[in-house]
């Protein structure tokens, strides 16, 4: 079988996709039910921290504990996607085939193209460059697909 994208090579596999807004809006759910609570809050710094009544504390601050706990050893890797409405009839995923990181995911709420990996890269705003790559290879890489 002849693959329809413009690649040499081409390898199909089985796999499952988590769609993070739907598992995560479960997983909010689930904890409320289970009597679990949500309060949003800053945390200026550790000391703040220990006012808390709690015994215990998990740490998922991310980026946030370089701040909160002078840990250098995070360092942030910027990502950005081009989000296109939902297509049910795509029920599959593609990832390669691009000049950088190239991939598709259908998901029910979105189709998103990505990507990017900037490692390092402390900025938040999307680089048009990098919306024009994602959406001129996305069309390069499905004009065969009919
Ligand atoms: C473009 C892109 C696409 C991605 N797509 C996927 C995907 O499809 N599926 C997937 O599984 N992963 C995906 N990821 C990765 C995923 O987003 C991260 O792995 C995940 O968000 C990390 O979660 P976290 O809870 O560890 O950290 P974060 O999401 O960074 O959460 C840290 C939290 O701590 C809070 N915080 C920090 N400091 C403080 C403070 N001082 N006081 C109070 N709160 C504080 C922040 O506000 C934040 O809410 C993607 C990432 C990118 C960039």
Known sequence: NQPPFPTDYCTVSATMLVETT??????????????????IRDFKDQEELHTL?????????????RSLFG????????????LLPPDPA???????????????FSRNDYMILGGTFGLDDWSTEPDPKETE?????????F????
């Open 53 to 65: 009544p709690e015994p215990v504390i998990f740490n998922c601050t991310g980026l946030g504990s």
């Open 90 to 104: 795509v029920d599959y995923l593609t990832v390669g085939g691009g000049t950088g990181s190239l991939y598709m």
């Open 71 to 82: 840990d250098q050893g995070i360092t942030p890797a910027k990502g950005q996607l081009v």
């Open 143 to 146: 004009a065969g697909v009919e």
């Open 22 to 39: 739907t598992f995560l809006r479960r997983l909010i759910q689930d904890v409320r039910l289970a009597g679990g609570e949500f309060v």
């Open 133 to 141: 790559r994602i959406l001129k290879e996305s069309q390069q890489f």
